[in-house]
């Protein structure tokens, strides 16, 4: 069975830094695409940050360029989000996705999806 766990969400102040975590099992992720999608209340759910099978390529919203990188390390078939100069819009439950390539995850239908973690920005 596949399973994306993500972890490191909270409660962080405004201008704060998080950072996230996404471990897969059940399958590896060496060829494919992983990313991280969030969603604030009462809003769809919107792409974050993408980063392609092997690191080389990566993808942000304009909401967080500049502020979110994300990173992958293939060995621990783990996807990252460092989130630094946090802003009270960034809080939502952030989401990691996987599987496919970086075309098909930014649109949202990567093959695989975790439960989630919550990021609250407090101003």
């Known amino acids: 069975q596949v399973q994306l766990v993500e972890s490191g969400g909270g409660l962080v102040q405004a201008g704060g830094s998080l950072g996230l975590s996404c471990a897969a099992s059940?399958?590896?992720?060496?060829?494919?695409?992983m990313g991280w999608f969030r969603q604030a209340p009462g809003m769809e759910r919107e792409f974050v940050a993408a980063?392609?099978?092997?690191?080389?390529?990566?993808y942000y919203a304009d909401s967080v360029k500049g502020r979110f990188t994300i990173s992958r390390d293939n060995a621990k078939n783990t996807v990252y989000l460092q989130m630094n100069s946090l802003k009270p819009e960034d809080t939502a439950v952030y989401y990691c996705?996987?599987?496919?390539?970086?075309?098909?995850?930014?649109?949202?239908?990567?093959?695989?999806w975790g439960r989630g973690t919550q990021v609250t920005v407090s101003s």
């Open positions: 980063v392609a099978w092997n690191g080389g390529r990566t």
């Open positions: 996705s996987a599987g496919g390539n970086t075309v098909r995850l930014r649109a949202g239908t990567g093959d695989y």
């Open positions: 059940g399958r590896t992720f060496t060829t494919d695409a």
